[in-house]
């Protein structure tokens, strides 16, 4: 089966501009999940969904971060306007059920100039 | 709240050496405990996992015992290969919880 994907892969972008992150998890897997790593620190919770409902959104940094699922497939991450300190690796991962093992994406990594 | 703290990187080791990556948690519940690996250029892939005290995760000659006593989760290997250099990562999900909480990763270098 096909893993989770994300792209881009990579994006460098200056202050102020919008960049928009999208994660296709495994198909049939309802749970869906954003982590963010920053300069080399510990990867932190953003937000969960479970189909195209947010099951937790304490993560998410500010009201800069826009999470949307819609239809209950793939995800979206807009970051607008981005931040210096927005920069980092963004990883999606999915599950089948709650407790199920979390499959990851390769992670899009932002750098914000 | 729940926390991670692992020993900071990176680790250079020689092949064939012992490797020990430390992990000390800190819990509200019951936590189930993880490791992660990330090789170069792919995604996150759970390398073992505990989910009680005593408990003794294994894959691919990787162990680590669940120490409720010392509340840790140390990674260990007796001999470690070229093909092992990644970054690791200790994790908890803790009771009724859903989101994984992750430490700040060490970098594992092994060389020839």
């Known amino acids: 089966e096909a893993g989770v994907t994300q792209f881009p892969s990579h994006s460098v972008i200056e202050k102020g501009q919008t960049v928009t992150l999208r994660c296709d998890p495994i198909?049939?897997?309802?749970?869906l999940y954003w982590y963010r790593r920053v300069m080399g620190k510990e990867i932190k919770f953003l937000l969960h969904f479970v189909k195209e409902s947010k099951q937790d959104e304490s993560g998410m940094p500010n009201n800069r971060f826009l999470a949307e699922r819609t239809g209950g497939t793939y995800s979206t991450l807009k970051v607008q306007p981005a931040e210096l300190e927005d920069s980092g690796v963004y990883f999606c991962?999915?599950?089948?059920?709650?407790?199920?093992?979390?499959?990851f994406g390769n992670g899009t990594r932002l750098t914000v100039t | 709240g729940d926390s991670v703290t692992q020993m900071e990187g990176p680790v250079t080791l020689s092949e064939e050496a012992f490797l020990t990556i430390n992990c000390t948690y800190t819990a509200t519940g019951y936590p189930s405990l993880f490791w992660y690996v990330q090789y170069p250029g792919e995604g996150l892939q759970l390398l073992l996992k505990?989910?009680?005290?005593?408990d003794k995760g294994s894959n691919k000659g990787f162990e680590a015992t669940y120490r409720k006593e010392t509340t840790s989760f140390h990674l260990e290997k007796g001999s470690v290969q070229v093909s092992d250099s990644a970054v690791y990562f200790c994790a908890l999900l803790d009771t009724g919880r859903r989101a994984l909480t992750f430490g700040s990763g060490t970098r594992l270098q092994v060389q020839p």
């Open positions: 991962a999915s599950s089948q059920v709650g407790n199920s093992p979390l499959h």
């Open positions: 505990a989910t009680k005290a005593d």
């Open positions: 198909s049939g897997h309802d749970n």
